[in-house]
């Protein structure tokens, strides 16, 4: 429900907003359109007026190109998008910007950008079904089959799982030189929303004690990847040296949670060595103190296996039967499960409703490989068309299906050459393999599904920072603004509702946990990666130019609030209750409140 009314109230102050800028740019200071049009609607001589008008504001120092369009006349901005390199979006399926001002006339142009808000909106869901359904399950199989420890996999895989979403739309926004405002303004303000209005929701839903060595560690990590960004943008440029700083910085904190786990489990196990030993040596004495668990680092895990395992026998068949391969085929497809169809209420059978042809597309394309099970998700028909599927979403959704599309020697499609590998491999799978065993190879499939759902979790990303772009620029509004709306919201609405619904489970510190441990992973990887992308394609040095006032106002206000739950959180005895969850509420609405004024202007220097 509140998703609900925080879409509707964005969508309403965008179309608001846009109402009021695309009047004032129609009769603004735009090119006078010209009598005789040509048949693209602009002539030789307005044609050489927006490039005049081009070059004068460049050598005002803007240096988006695309944002430039606003201030043309209504008839000559589908010409400057189409003659403009800047806004060919290549990096997207779709080019919004010429759907925005070719596709519709002028004054349907609101009916486009609420179409646009209701493809973001997709978007976001087919993130997180991807990153939940399909790409968290088959990190955690992964990590199975390599024996990592809890401690390893939960800053490592459990980490990348949680923010997937939020890694690749910031890699995809800094991997492009005009979109690194989307990344920044998400990064910044997903921090603040989470350790503001996350870690206030938990406090108000489960008042607890947090652990101090872990929370203590987690916020300096934190504080110090906040401070480092805070220096790069202050200088403007980024070096390879800097970036690989990144990566080496989480390689540090992987590290430190692994020795603060080691030294953790050998003071209990001393501790319950000497606690035996006591016993041993007074006989009458058959107390045995309680182990202080307050600082550690391993929350309890939430497993529901025993209790499915034992709901699912009461429908097993008592007697034996073989199914077919076309029944196990369409029951892999169906993502609804009847039993809990029943049980759900009428709201949600219509949003599962509305969910299942992208699940399905999903369930098509993506294998998962769950070793809780006793046949490991084994489903020989599907998988079988997985290998067949999976290739093809791999080659048409990298780079927006650019090599996809590539003919070898002139003639021959790669997508083709895919397909037929991909049948190939197929019968060869389905006649080597039976319905009711896997085979020993069958983890591969794991590493083929993590592969496959990355693929779409970026393609997904790619075209959410295209469509933010494109807001940006219709609406005349910053990429930081954006980002730490829309972007950030998109992104960590669904990971606030979860870590709510933890701490009333009764697991508060491992919703903090969660909270502090997923966006270091976002800043520190999505920076690097994104940075390395950018300096693979581009130059050595990457510039980062700060959006104007908002980027500090972004960056001082997560400086602020991490230092105010260093103080303060040590200070009320690492207590969080309602009062503390209150004040992280207001300091969010407080920033907001900022962040829109500065937006708007009404807070300059």
């Known amino acids: 429900?509140?998703?609900?009314?925080?879409?509707?109230?964005?969508?309403?102050?965008?179309?608001?907003?846009?109402?009021?800028?695309?009047?004032?740019?129609?009769?603004?200071?735009?090119?006078?359109?010209?009598?005789?049009?040509?048949?693209?609607?602009?002539?030789?001589?307005?044609?050489?007026?927006?490039?005049?008008?081009?070059?004068?504001?460049?050598?005002?120092?803007?240096?988006?190109?695309?944002?430039?369009?606003?201030?043309?006349?209504a008839a000559d901005?589908?010409?400057?998008?189409?003659?403009?390199?800047?806004?060919?979006?290549?990096?997207?399926?779709?080019?919004?910007?010429?759907?925005?001002?070719?596709?519709?006339?002028?004054?349907?142009?609101?009916?486009?950008?609420?179409?646009?808000?209701?493809?973001?909106?997709?978007?976001?869901?087919?993130?997180?079904?991807?990153?939940?359904?399909?790409?968290?399950?088959?990190?955690?199989?992964?990590?199975?089959?390599?024996?990592?420890?809890?401690?390893?996999?939960?800053?490592?895989?459990?980490a990348l799982g949680n923010g997937a979403p939020d890694v690749f739309s910031a890699t995809v926004a800094f991997s492009r030189p005009h979109t690194a405002g989307l990344a920044i303004g998400a990064l910044f303000g997903a921090g603040i929303f989470v350790t503001t209005v996350v870690a206030g929701s938990v406090s108000l839903v489960k008042p607890f004690t947090v652990a101090s060595r872990p929370f203590l560690r987690d916020v300096i990590f934190y504080m110090a990847a906040v401070f480092w960004t805070f220096i790069i943008l202050y200088r403007g440029t980024i070096s390879l040296g800097e970036t690989l700083g990144y990566l080496g910085l989480y390689v540090v904190y992987v590290v430190t949670v692994i020795v603060s786990a080691y030294i953790y489990s050998q003071q209990k196990h001393s501790a319950?060595?000497?606690?035996?030993?006591?016993?041993?040596?007074?006989?009458?004495?058959?107390?045995?103190?309680?182990?202080?668990?307050?600082?550690?680092?391993?929350?309890?895990?939430?497993?529901?296996?025993?209790?499915?395992?034992?709901?699912?026998?009461?429908?097993?068949?008592?007697?034996?039967?073989?199914?077919?391969?076309?029944?196990?085929?369409?029951?892999?497809?169906?993502?609804?499960?009847?039993?809990?169809?029943?049980?759900?209420?009428?709201?949600?059978?219509?949003?599962?409703?509305?969910?299942?042809?992208l699940e399905v597309l999903l369930l098509l394309t993506v294998p998962v490989v769950d070793p809780d099970k006793e046949d490991r998700n084994w489903r020989r028909p599907l998988n079988c068309l997985?290998?067949?599927?999976?290739?093809?979403?791999?080659?048409?959704?990298?780079?927006?299906?650019?090599?996809?599309?590539?003919?070898?020697?002139?003639?021959?499609?790669?997508?083709?050459?895919?397909?037929?590998?991909?049948?190939?491999?197929?019968?060869?799978?389905?006649?080597?393999?039976?319905?009711?065993?896997?085979?020993?190879?069958?983890?591969?499939?794991?590493?083929?599904?993590?592969?496959?759902?990355?693929?779409?979790?970026?393609?997904?990303?790619?075209?959410?920072?295209s469509i933010l772009h494109m807001l940006g620029v219709v609406l005349?509004?910053?990429?930081?603004?954006?980002?730490?709306?829309?972007?950030?919201?998109?992104?960590?609405?669904?990971?606030?509702?979860?870590?709510?619904?933890i701490a009333r489970q009764g697991y508060p510190r491992m919703a903090l946990s969660a909270c502090f441990g997923g966006i270091i992973f976002n800043m520190l990887i999505g920076v690097g990666i994104g940075c390395l992308i950018q300096m693979f394609n581009n130059e050595p040095v990457v510039t980062l130019e700060p959006e104007g006032l908002l980027t500090w106002v972004l960056a001082g206000s997560l400086g602020l609030s991490l230092a105010f739950s260093f103080i303060l959180v040590p200070l009320r005895c690492f207590h969080l209750g309602r009062a503390y969850g209150i004040f992280l509420l207001l300091f969010y609405a407080v920033f907001l409140l900022v962040a829109l004024l500065t937006e708007f202007g009404f807070i300059h220097i």
């Open 1 to 73: 429900m509140t998703s609900r009314v925080v879409f509707i109230s964005v969508l309403l102050l965008l179309w608001c907003h846009s109402r009021h800028v695309l009047g004032s740019g129609d009769s603004g200071t735009g090119i006078v359109p010209s009598p005789d049009r040509s048949a693209d609607g602009a002539d030789l001589l307005s044609v050489g007026t927006m490039l005049g008008t081009h070059s004068a504001m460049l050598r005002q120092g803007n240096t988006d190109e695309c944002d430039i369009v606003m201030n043309l006349s």
């Open 77 to 158: 901005r589908c010409a400057f998008v189409k003659a403009t390199p800047d806004c060919s979006m290549e990096d997207s399926f779709i080019n919004y910007l010429k759907m925005a001002f070719c596709l519709l006339p002028p004054n349907l142009t609101p009916l486009t950008i609420t179409l646009c808000i209701i493809w973001l909106l997709i978007l976001f869901i087919v993130l997180g079904l991807t990153a939940s359904k399909f790409f968290c399950p088959n990190l955690s199989a992964i990590s199975s089959s390599l024996r990592l420890t809890h401690n390893v996999a939960g800053v490592t895989f459990l």
């Open 272 to 357: 319950t060595r000497s606690s035996v030993q006591s016993s041993t040596h007074a006989p009458g004495d058959t107390h045995v103190p309680e182990l202080q668990t307050s600082e550690s680092d391993q929350a309890p895990l939430l497993s529901n296996g025993s209790i499915q395992e034992g709901y699912d026998s009461e429908y097993r068949p008592l007697l034996p039967y073989c199914e077919s391969t076309s029944s196990i085929l369409l029951n892999s497809l169906n993502p609804v499960d009847c039993r809990t169809w029943r049980r759900k209420t009428w709201r949600w059978r219509t949003v599962k409703i509305l969910k299942m042809p």
């Open 386 to 465: 997985h290998l067949v599927t999976a290739p093809l979403v791999c080659v048409l959704t990298f780079s927006s299906g650019e090599y996809g599309l590539y003919l070898i020697e002139g003639q021959f499609p790669v997508w083709a050459l895919t397909l037929l590998f991909g049948l190939f491999l197929s019968a060869i799978v389905f006649l080597t393999t039976s319905n009711d065993q896997p085979p020993a190879y069958h983890l591969v499939f794991s590493l083929l599904g993590f592969v496959v759902s990355a693929m779409w979790i970026s393609a997904a990303a790619s075209e959410v920072v």
């Open 476 to 501: 005349s509004l910053s990429n930081n603004l954006l980002g730490l709306t829309l972007l950030a919201w998109g992104n960590s609405i669904g990971d606030c509702f979860s870590d709510i619904t």
